[in-house]
C-alpha cells in the first residue's frame, strides 16, 4: 500500500473516503410578519416589534430535516451582539417537532436598533450551565431605526436598580449619524480632553443651526478615545464643532456610559461655542431616592452634560484630593460636607489654577462642568478657569 501511495503521489494523491454528513444541518426561519421587514432606506416603525415567523429544520441536501425534534431559543442578533447574551433567559422558547414548528410570535425589545435578525439554536441550560447549541438559524434582515444618543443613555428602566449604572445598548457596537432632532439638530461639541470629549444632540433655532441650541435629558455622551480627540482628518476636535457620524463600542466605566475605541466624522460646518447647550441648574432634591422623579435619577438624565451649581461652599480636602486630585463642593452650604450629599470636582490639568486648599470654606459663586458618576459619587468636570465664578 506505501508503494502504491509514493506511486500515486507522482501522479495525483491518494484519498479517503468518508461518511457523509448527515441529518439536520440548520433552521430555516421564515418571516411572516412584519409582511415587509423594511430596508436601508425604509425602517420600521418602532411600534413594529412583533414578529412572527416559522421554522424548518434542513438536512444537508437542503430538505426537510423530519429527524429533528427539540426545544430551540430565540434571541435578537442587533448592533453586533445577540440580546439576551446566550446564557441568559432567551427571548421565547418552542419546540420543533419532526423538523417543523408553524407560527411562533416573539415581541423584540425596546432597545433592538439598526438591522435585526432573529437569531434561534438549540442551546441548553442557563448561565454557567449553559451548553451552545450547534444547530442554527437566522430570519431575514428587519430594519429598525439606527441609534440616537438618547437610545444609549436612557436606562430600561428609571426606576429600575442598574438605572444609574448600566446602557441598554452596553456591548453594542453602535454607529450614531444624526440628530433626533432632525434637521435643525446637531452633535455638538461641548467639551474636550486628554482622552475624550463629550457631545450633546442639540436642537438648535433653524436648519442652519442657528444658536442657541437646547438639549434634554439622555442628550449627552462622552467618546472616549485615548488620546487627544481628532476628526477623520486628523484635526484636533474643539468646543462648538459638530459631528456628522460617530461609531465605536458601548461601555460602562466606573457607572459612566463611553464610546470607546471610536471614530469620528466631523462636518465642515465651523465650530460655534454658542451652539453648546446652557448648563443644567443643579437642584439639592437632586440626592432624594431613585423612586422620586426630583431625585438622584437626574444625575443620570444629565450624565456627561453640563451643569452648573450655585452658592455651593468648598469642604476640607480629604483622601479623595490626596489620591484622585478631587475637592468637593457642598451645595447646601456646608451642613453636608462629610456625607453623600456633595459634588466632586476635578480641575487638574485645567486652566483653573487655584489651590483647592485655599478655598476651603469658602462660597462659590458658581461651579459648571461636565458630569461624570464614578461609583455614585458625582464629579464636575470645568472645562476651563471661566467655568468657576470665585
Keep these: 500500500m506505501k508503494q502504491l501511495c509514493l506511486l500515486l503521489l507522482v501522479t495525483a494523491a491518494c484519498t479517503e473516503d468518508r461518511p457523509g454528513i448527515t441529518g439536520t ?6 418571516l411572516l410578519l412584519p409582511t415587509d421587514p423594511g430596508n436601508v432606506d425604509n425602517r420600521l ?3 413594529e416589534r412583533e414578529v412572527k415567523f416559522s421554522v424548518r429544520a434542513l438536512n444537508a441536501e437542503g430538505e426537510l430535516g423530519t429527524d429533528f425534534t427539540d426545544e430551540v431559543r430565540v434571541y435578537a442578533q442587533f448592533l453586533g451582539t445577540l440580546t439576551p447574551e446566550l446564557s441568559d433567559q432567551p427571548l421565547l422558547r418552542f419546540d420543533v417537532t419532526n423538523g417543523e414548528a408553524a407560527e411562533q410570535t416573539v415581541v423584540l425589545p425596546p432597545s433592538v436598533l439598526g438591522p435585526t435578525t432573529v437569531w434561534i439554536d438549540n442551546g441548553k441550560g442557563i448561565g454557567s450551565q449553559y451548553e ?4 442554527t438559524g437566522t430570519s431575514p434582515t428587519l430594519w429598525y431605526a439606527d441609534p440616537f444618543i438618547t437610545n444609549i443613555q436612557t436606562p430600561r428602566d428609571e426606576m429600575g436598580l442598574d438605572a444609574l449604572a448600566i446602557s441598554p445598548l452596553t456591548d453594542k457596537q453602535v454607529s450614531v449619524s444624526s440628530s433626533r432632532h432632525g434637521a435643525n439638530g446637531r452633535l455638538v461639541v461641548t467639551s474636550t480632553y486628554a482622552q475624550g470629549y463629550t457631545l450633546s444632540d442639540a436642537l438648535c433655532r433653524d436648519a442652519n443651526g442657528t444658536p442657541p441650541c437646547t438639549a434634554e435629558a439622555y442628550d449627552h455622551l462622552l ?4 488620546s487627544a480627540p481628532r476628526d477623520q482628518m486628523g484635526n484636533l476636535l474643539t468646543i462648538g464643532r459638530t459631528v456628522e457620524r460617530f461609531t465605536g463600542g458601548v461601555v460602562e466605566f466606573n457607572e ?9 466624522y466631523a462636518t465642515d460646518e465651523a465650530a460655534d461655542p454658542a451652539r453648546v447647550p446652557a448648563p443644567v441648574t443643579f437642584d439639592p432634591a437632586w440626592f432624594g431616592p431613585l423612586n422620586d422623579p426630583n431625585g438622584v435619577i437626574n444625575f443620570e438624565r444629565n450624565e456627561s452634560g453640563l451643569i452648573s451649581v450655585a452658592n455651593a461652599i468648598v469642604c476640607e480636602l480629604d483622601d479623595s484630593y490626596e489620591r484622585f486630585q478631587q475637592w468637593k463642593i457642598d451645595p447646601a452650604g456646608g451642613a453636608n460636607c462629610g456625607t453623600g450629599r456633595v459634588l466632586s470636582v476635578f480641575t487638574a490639568g485645567s486652566s483653573f489654577t487655584t489651590d483647592p486648599a485655599t478655598l476651603v470654606g469658602t462660597t462659590l459663586s458658581n461651579v459648571t462642568g461636565i458630569l461624570r458618576p464614578a461609583f455614585r459619587n458625582w464629579i464636575l468636570y470645568p472645562r476651563d478657569a471661566a467655568d468657576i465664578t470665585l
Design 223 to 226: 467618546i472616549f478615545s485615548f
Design 132 to 135: 451552545a447549541g450547534p444547530i
Design 45 to 47: 416603525s418602532d411600534a
Design 25 to 30: 444541518q440548520s433552521l430555516e426561519v421564515t
Design 256 to 264: 459612566l456610559t463611553e464610546i470607546g475605541f471610536p471614530r469620528t
